[in-house]
């Protein structure tokens, strides 16, 4: 009897397809190659990639696009992983954040070397070589200077502001690039219709809200909400902003020991399988009268005997 025989898979596991800038890559203008990390995500508590570039001057997201049968061919190997990597650039004060409001719940000033610290991702410390967090500290935390030592304590007002102008931001941005936000926009295209543009102020900031909400926690979420004095939805599935409403496959990716574990949810709904031809000329006959396929093969019941 032949046995089947089998398939060896052409993979190479260690490769990726990623969407990242050019200048990422650049190993002529830095002295070190970007590199990923594990650090802990701001709003999950959990662990996900990051990617540090510029020699740990520039903190970079790591997000994957993921479709259901989805491969790469990548010169004459198939890659198997048919994510799509998108690596952006973001700000590292939204992880050093979870940090201070953890510390200041003490109360006193402390050195931020001394905060930024965690056993379980020795990495966050990197934070710190950024580009812009150690000059930037005094947007989310109260300063003390002692000769020439700087000291920090969490203030949860400044963050309040802070994260204000990010939304203030998201919203001009928005409105500058004519993105459609709100319910009246069509579920299927995003296309709003011209006369419902008006009045949608409150709509723009809930959808960039809901944005930035994507990088804190949800505490904090529904502290920024009230600070923006926006009221909370009473029926916040079907009025949430469509950045609530993303596929699921847009998820951050989660890091495991080798970093290639990728956080991945299977479609909740799967599109109908379409309908053949001769399924759809079947579908217009005139069925009246018909008896279904089945009667003709149930058992016949007996007729009773008087």
Known sequence: MATKKKRSSNVDSDSWVVMAADSLIDTHKHDSDPVFVRLRNP?????????????DAQLYEVKAFEEDFHSWFVGQTVQRDGRLLFITPMDPLYLILPYLIKSGREGKFQPVDQVVKDDEFPACSRLLSCRWPLGSLH???DEKEVGSSKFHRYSQEKTLNWLKKKVERTVVALKKRNISVGEGVKSTTYVRVKSEWDNQ???FLRYAHGLISEYISEDLSKTLLKHLELPELASPKESEPPSKKRKLSDKLVEAGEDYTKFNSADFARKPPKKMTAAQKSLAKVDKTGMKPMSSFFSPKVKAEKK
Do not use: K, N, V
């Open 139 to 141: 947007h989310i935390a």
């Open 201 to 203: 102020e409150e709509d």
């Open 43 to 55: 709003t999950t508590d959990d662990a996900c990639l990051y990617m540090f570039g510029s020699g």
